[in-house]
């Protein structure tokens, strides 16, 4: 009997118990997204800037291009991608992603150094790659849980982050040896460990799938209502300026400390610092949020990152960087845990793919947008300062926006726990 198709089987237990079936889901998502497109497409790419320097003869700029092509492509297909899994759920489109998106890495082994070509195909990859970005995965994830919703999405999103910090490990060993052909082809075996992992074990929960391609057999709240109310408005506010902040912080990170007097060898322990905390943010915020407020936890950690603005836009140095990055790696790590949470909550699992889809996209434009805007504003001052004062002035408002969506009841559904006193 497989045990994961099993209406009966699966509700034998709780979902406070680890015999829960819903944990294999959440393993398995979390093994997937460790090497799915966000990690393989948007963080490995840092690995390949200079060996193709060197052996195409491209400036840095022209090869690092294909990162901001890669977020826009993303914001143009997450509202597909959530169309698609509200209509035919999320399995239906991760199984046939994942040998496509393995195939379509494995073809950069043959990329000639031919500009159009290489900005052709970071287009291609991430469109390709569209049924297994982490939105799918997270639909799944949250159809199992209730109860214990938020530390389940926290050890899913984790596989992100521990993602990162394992394929420059191995990748990178991979190129120094073998040259960035065969560490393409690299990337492509470690999707393909991920097919088998999500052919037995990622499935919807029996009952949340949507029926006959119709999302309206789903529970929930209908896409135009959700999109017309108050929480959703805030939303969108909150995760444009999220996406502005964060992107930009990450990209510049290390040459504004360095900027501020800090030696590479120090910066680059800093950036560590940030992706540890990035993981710690995902896991504990999951852990917070299924007791406290999810938009009162994200607004504290907001506040965290207009401290480390504030600290940053005035050169800080010595130990205190440390804090710096860890308070903006938990800002990042945070992020997508509440934003799915959240949609849960106020929404239901009807719309849930559309909504993330849209929210994600404005996120992507928020994360073109600062990544411009720091250089512009350190090239017209001469310092990142007043970038990183906007920036702080921007959390400020972010944690703004997060409590009045805290005083926001739920719209179409009914309180879920008694100890849920508000979200």
């Known amino acids: 009997m497989n045990m994961l198709s099993s209406g009966t089987a699966a509700a034998a237990v709780g979902e406070e118990s680890w015999r829960y079936r819903g944990w294999v889901v959440v393993l398995a998502s979390m093994i997937a997204l460790m090497f799915g497109p966000s990690t393989v497409a948007v963080l490995s790419l840092g690995l390949f800037i200079k060996p193709l320097e060197a052996d195409?003869?491209?400036?840095?700029?022209?090869?690092?291009?294909?990162?901001?092509?890669?977020?826009?492509?993303?914001?143009?297909?997450?509202?597909?991608?959530?169309?698609?899994?509200?209509?035919?759920?999320?399995?239906?489109?991760?199984?046939?992603?994942?040998?496509?998106?393995?195939?379509?890495?494995?073809?950069?082994?043959?990329?000639?150094?031919?500009?159009?070509?290489?900005?052709?195909?970071?287009?291609?990859?991430?469109a390709i790659g569209i049924g297994i970005f982490p939105l799918s995965y997270l639909r799944v994830v949250s159809s199992w849980f209730d109860k214990r919703l938020g530390l389940a999405i926290g050890i899913a999103n984790a596989g992100i982050g521990i993602g990162g910090a394992?394929?420059?490990?191995?990748?990178?060993?991979?190129?120094?040896?073998?040259?960035?052909?065969?560490?393409?082809?690299?990337?492509?075996?470690?999707v393909a460990l991920t097919l088998p992992i999500a052919f037995f074990f990622i499935r919807e929960k029996p009952g949340t799938e949507p029926r006959k391609g119709k999302a309206q057999s789903v529970p929930g709240v209908d896409f135009k209502e959700a999109a017309r109310s108050?929480?959703?408005?805030?939303?969108?506010?909150?995760?444009?300026?999220?996406?502005?902040?964060?992107?930009?912080?990450?990209?510049?990170?290390?040459?504004?400390?360095?900027?501020?007097?800090?030696?590479?060898?120090?910066?680059?322990?800093?950036?560590?610092?940030?992706?540890?905390?990035?993981?710690?943010?995902?896991?504990?915020?999951?852990?917070?949020?299924?007791?406290?407020?999810?938009?009162?936890?994200?607004?504290?950690?907001?506040?965290?990152?207009?401290?480390a603005c504030v600290l940053y836009a005035y050169g800080v140095t010595g130990d205190v960087v440390f804090l710096c990055a860890a308070l903006l790696g938990m800002v990042l790590g945070a992020e997508f845990d509440v934003l799915?949470?959240?949609?849960?909550?106020?929404f239901g699992m009807r719309s849930f793919g559309k909504l993330y889809g849209v929210i994600f996209a404005v996120f992507q434009f928020g994360a073109g947008?600062?990544?411009?805007?720091?250089?512009?504003?350190?090239?017209?001052?001469?310092?990142?300062?007043?970038?990183?004062?906007?920036?702080?002035?921007?959390?400020?408002?972010?944690?703004?926006?997060?409590?009045?969506?805290?005083?926001?009841?739920?719209?179409?559904?009914?309180?879920?726990?008694?100890?849920?006193?508000s979200i």
Request: aromatic share 10%; glycine share 8%.
């Open 56 to 126: 195409f003869g491209w400036s840095r700029t022209q090869i690092a291009l294909a990162s901001s092509i890669v977020s826009y492509t993303v914001m143009f297909i997450s509202p597909i991608q959530g169309y698609l899994t509200d209509r035919f759920g999320a399995r239906a489109i991760i199984i046939p992603c994942i040998p496509l998106f393995c195939v379509a890495i494995g073809l950069m082994y043959f990329m000639p150094p031919v500009p159009w070509i290489y900005y052709a195909a970071w287009v291609a990859l991430p």
């Open 369 to 421: 947008a600062g990544a411009a805007f720091l250089p512009i504003m350190r090239q017209a001052s001469g310092s990142y300062r007043t970038g990183l004062l906007s920036f702080s002035a921007a959390t400020l408002v972010c944690a703004l926006l997060l409590v009045m969506l805290h005083l926001c009841g739920r719209i179409g559904q009914p309180q879920a726990h008694p100890h849920h006193s």
């Open 166 to 190: 394992v394929i420059p490990l191995v990748i990178g060993t991979v190129i120094v040896q073998q040259g960035w052909r065969a560490g393409f082809v690299g990337l492509a075996v470690l």
């Open 230 to 307: 108050r929480q959703f408005k805030l939303l969108v506010g909150i995760f444009m300026l999220l996406g502005v902040i964060n992107t930009a912080l990450i990209v510049h990170q290390i040459p504004m400390l360095i900027d501020a007097g800090v030696t590479p060898q120090r910066a680059a322990m800093v950036q560590a610092t940030f992706g540890i905390f990035v993981i710690v943010g995902r896991l504990l915020t999951g852990l917070l949020i299924d007791y406290i407020s999810a938009a009162l936890v994200m607004c504290v950690l907001a506040l965290g990152g207009t401290i």
């Open 340 to 346: 799915s949470y959240l949609l849960k909550r106020y």
